[in-house]
């Protein structure tokens, strides 16, 4: 197992993590070891259960709740597997292997960030279902059927509730399940001095060569001018440096901190 982490903020700086000491608990690179890890237990506990998360069996339906690829035995000789490359795409298929003829519902979860766009075709048809309690229900009695479910994976920015005074005036990026946060080691420090343009549309790129695998996002900003060392500290607003357009590039949340220790954010200026 890798190095591993415990705090998860949404904002860190390793000089404030430095000198402040409220922060000095939010670490800025993955520890080794901690005295009391509970990571690699837990890993060992989920990889053991894994099957009671894909799927629950209520009845006469099968219920589907997360998408890994998978190939799942029930009774009576039903069998349904599950190809996908989630969560960097949003197109899952199923593929249903029922002999008997055995009269049956395979559920859906239908997430919530999809559940007011999504597709769905049963053996290459397209077909409407609305989501009941955030599923879908096929009913299933032939000897084989396909599934193809299409979530929306668009990128979007998200917004807290007004009632949160630091997340004011700020924006997070959202693809599908994932969040995303902007990390020093791919844009210039400081990461405050971008506001994210959000009438420009974002780009998204898959680099199998980047922490393993992962789905990047690029966001139109607009930075500032860094002061000068030796700049005010104080200044009237018509005195402020200039502005120029760049790139701000960002990975998943999960991942940061793997590589060059550095400033991170998720909340952005807007």
């Excluded at 200039?242 to 909340?267: F, S």
């Amino acid at each position: 197992m890798e190095n591993i982490f415990y705090v998860n903020p949404l904002e860190s700086d390793p000089i404030a993590s430095k000198y402040n000491p409220g922060k000095k608990h939010v670490l800025t690179k993955r520890a080794d070891w901690f005295g009391c890890a509970c990571c690699p237990s837990n890993v060992a506990r989920l990889v053991a259960s894994i099957d009671k998360y894909i799927y629950t069996v209520n009845g006469d339906t099968i219920l589907s709740h997360q998408f890994i690829s998978n190939n799942a035995q029930f009774g009576n000789g039903i069998e349904v597997s599950q190809d996908n490359h989630f969560p960097w795409s949003g197109e899952i298929h199923y593929e249903i292997n029922n002999p008997n003829q055995l009269a049956f519902k395979l559920g859906i979860r239908i997430p919530s960030w999809s559940r007011n766009k999504f597709g769905l075709k049963i053996n290459g048809k397209k077909i409407d279902l609305a989501s009941e309690d955030g599923f879908i229900y096929i009913n299933v009695n032939d000897e084989s059927l396909t599934v193809d479910l299409s979530l929306d994976m668009n990128t979007k920015f998200m917004r807290s509730s007004n009632k949160v005074s630091s997340n004011y005036g700020k924006i997070a990026v959202q693809r599908g399940p994932i969040v995303y946060a902007a990390e020093e080691t791919d844009n210039k420090a400081p990461l405050w001095n971008y506001k994210v343009e959000t009438d420009k549309e974002p780009k998204y790129h898959y680099n199998k060569d980047l922490l393993e695998g992962v789905g990047t996002i690029t966001v139109k900003s607009i930075a500032e001018e860094i002061s000068p060392e030796d700049g005010p500290l104080y200044s009237t607003i018509d005195e402020a440096t200039a502005n120029y357009e760049t790139d701000l590039k960002l990975i998943p949340y999960y991942a940061w901190a793997n590589r060059e220790e550095g400033q991170m954010q998720v909340w952005l200026n807007k």
